[in-house]
T-cell receptor, first 116, second 116 residues
Framework: ETGVTQTPRHLVMGMTNKKSLKCEQH?????MYWYKQSAKKPLELMFV???????ENNSVPSRFSPECPNSSHLFLHLHTLQPEDSALYLC???????????????FGQGTRLTVV | AQSVTQLGSHVSVSEGALVLLRCNYS??????LFWYVQYPNQGLQLLLK??????LVKGINGFEAEFKKSETSFHLTKPSAHMSDAAEYFC??????????????FGKGTKLSVKP
């Protein structure tokens, strides 16, 4: 399997549930990202991991908790979400260190999350 | 702070017609610039990128973009639209020297429709 793979593709959860999104990259990259894509809003960068260390957290609510156990895997743990958290969550990875601004990101297909 | 403006949230062209998707950026230094495409229920795929080499950049699927520093623009063009080009297109900027190196800032996207 190649590229960036996200599971599940679709997720419906209640506000009291706990769930996790998974991302796996087979590209040998060492930076991974979580983005949130809501309707009619720009893509929002949520978290960045470089060499398995979190280097950026863009003021994301604590109900979103990332985990990067190794350079190939990234998780987003979800708990007590709100309906406004419903969105497409995209994982991405890139080559080189986080400082390599000229390297493009490779995206997974996303997880469509609906909070009811 | 960097920003990206995509003029027109929705563009409609006829098959075979010229495609022009506009992107203007705001950056204190010459940035790196990217165009991504997103097909329905998919992640983002890189079309092309500008990283301070040639100002006219050719990408996949017959798309190209020209970096114009005087106009702070990076418009995406394709001479002849195909039905398969119907998708959403995102312009993104990355600051080579900023504190968030590698942090892509995305525009709000332009949805391209292609009429038969």
């Amino acid at each position: 399997e190649t590229g960036v793979t996200q599971t599940p593709r679709h997720l419906v959860m209640g506000m009291t549930n706990k769930k996790s999104l998974k991302c796996e990259q087979h590209l040998g990259h060492n930076a991974m990202y979580w983005y949130k894509q809501s309707a009619k809003k720009p893509l929002e960068l949520m978290f960045v991991y470089s060499l398995e260390e979190r280097v950026e957290n863009n003021s994301v609510p604590s109900r979103f908790s990332p985990e990067c156990p190794n350079s190939s895997h990234l998780f987003l743990h979800l708990h007590t979400l709100q309906p406004e958290d419903s969105a497409l969550y995209l994982c991405a990875s890139s080559q080189g260190s986080y400082g390599a601004a000229n390297t493009e990101a490779f995206f997974g297909q996303g997880t469509r999350l609906t909070v009811v | 702070a960097q920003s990206v403006t995509q003029l027109g949230s929705h563009v409609s062209v006829s098959e075979g017609a010229l495609v022009l998707l506009r992107c203007n950026y705001s950056s204190s230094v010459p940035p790196y610039l990217f165009w991504y495409v997103q097909y329905p229920n998919q992640g983002l795929q890189l079309l092309l990128k500008y990283t301070s080499a040639a100002t006219l950049v050719k990408g996949i699927n017959g798309f190209e973009a020209e970096f114009k520093k005087s106009e702070t623009s990076f418009h995406l063009t394709k001479p002849s639209a195909h039905m398969s080009d119907a998708a959403e297109y995102f312009c993104a900027v990355s600051d080579p020297y900023g504190g968030s190196q590698g942090n892509l800032i995305f525009g709000k996207g332009t949805k391209l429709s292609v009429k038969p």
